[in-house]
């Protein structure tokens, strides 16, 4: 389960994008920090909207925000069932998580060592995500989130290694430029055939360190 991402840089964001950068989000991001994501607007002239949002996806139907420390990444297979996220698929609330690069433990030596996977480029990314509105009924504040799509990868060449052995291998979702849109505007069952592997062609891991994890704002 990834639990640790870096999101792309405000100006990388905005040049993915071509729209005005969004500021102040932390350079690593956990469940219950905040992180730019995409998302359709038809009222835009690029038919985009960058927001940030907080990472761990707090259904619209909860009375605790909490409930985003356990949200963080939605499986492909359980998500149009799922009461936190059934709602957040089937009203097609899709978005994409533009991202510099992401973090996964490698169990080969027999213990955990953290690995980086990113692309061989160095260029950001996007990955496959859904949001949700929530409202704070104590304070009014309308709190938007999002959680990451997962699908099977045991037997990726790349995703295939993280993980405790025996545990299942899973990926996130890569969402190419050029179906942002199809992405962004897919019905559930669109969205369902777009949840593809890994391009192992374009990607690449490296071990690493991950960085301790300040307490977010869940």
Same mark, same amino acid.
């Given at each position: 389960?990834?639990?640790? +991402? !870096?999101?792309?840089? /405000? !100006?990388?964001?905005?040049?993915?994008?071509?729209?005005?950068?969004?500021?102040?989000?932390? %350079?690593?991001?956990? /469940?219950?920090?905040? %992180? /730019?994501?995409?998302?359709?607007?038809?009222?835009?002239?690029?038919?985009?909207?960058?927001?940030?949002?907080?990472?761990?996806? +707090? $259904?619209?139907?909860?009375?605790?925000?909490?409930?985003?420390?356990?949200?963080?990444?939605?499986? %492909?297979?359980?998500?149009?069932?799922?009461?936190?996220?059934?709602?957040?698929?089937?009203?097609?609330?899709?978005? *994409?998580? /533009? *991202?510099?690069?992401?973090?996964? $433990?490698?169990?080969? !030596?027999?213990?955990?060592?953290?690995?980086? +996977?990113?692309?061989?480029?160095?260029?950001?990314? !996007?990955?496959?995500?859904?949001?949700?509105?929530?409202?704070?009924?104590?304070?009014?504040?309308?709190?938007?989130?999002?959680?990451? *799509? @997962? +699908?099977?990868?045991?037997?990726?060449?790349?995703?295939?290694?993280?993980?405790?052995?025996?545990?299942?291998?899973?990926?996130?979702?890569?969402?190419?430029?050029?179906?942002?849109?199809?992405? &962004?505007?897919? @019905?559930?069952? @669109? %969205?369902?055939?777009? &949840?593809?592997?890994?391009?192992?062609?374009?990607?690449?891991?490296?071990? @690493?360190?991950?960085?301790?994890?300040?307490?977010? *704002?869940?």
């Amino acid at each position: 389960m990834c639990v640790h +991402i !870096t999101p792309a840089k /405000p !100006t990388a964001v905005q040049r993915m994008t071509g729209l005005e950068p969004v500021q102040d989000y932390p %350079a690593e991001s956990f /469940p219950g920090y905040v %992180a /730019p994501i995409i998302r359709a607007d038809a009222e835009a002239a690029s038919g985009l909207r960058v927001d940030l949002a907080v990472f761990g996806l +707090i $259904p619209s139907w909860t009375k605790d925000r909490s409930i985003g420390r356990r949200t963080y990444n939605a499986r %492909a297979e359980t998500v149009a069932e799922k009461p936190s996220y059934r709602t957040a698929w089937r009203q097609r609330q899709f978005c *994409l998580l /533009p *991202l510099g690069r992401f973090f996964e $433990p490698c169990w080969e !030596t027999g213990k955990a060592v953290p690995w980086s +996977i990113h692309r061989q480029d160095g260029e950001p990314f !996007t990955v496959a995500g859904i949001w949700d509105r929530w409202n704070d009924r104590e304070t009014g504040e309308i709190v938007v989130s999002f959680s990451m *799509l @997962t +699908i099977n990868a045991d037997g990726h060449p790349i995703m295939g290694r993280f993980h405790r052995p025996g545990d299942e291998r899973r990926s996130l979702v890569v969402v190419p430029r050029r179906a942002w849109h199809d992405w &962004l505007t897919a @019905t559930p069952d @669109t %969205a369902s055939s777009m &949840l593809a592997e890994m391009p192992v062609d374009q990607f690449t891991s490296e071990e @690493t360190g991950f960085q301790k994890p300040q307490l977010g *704002l869940l």
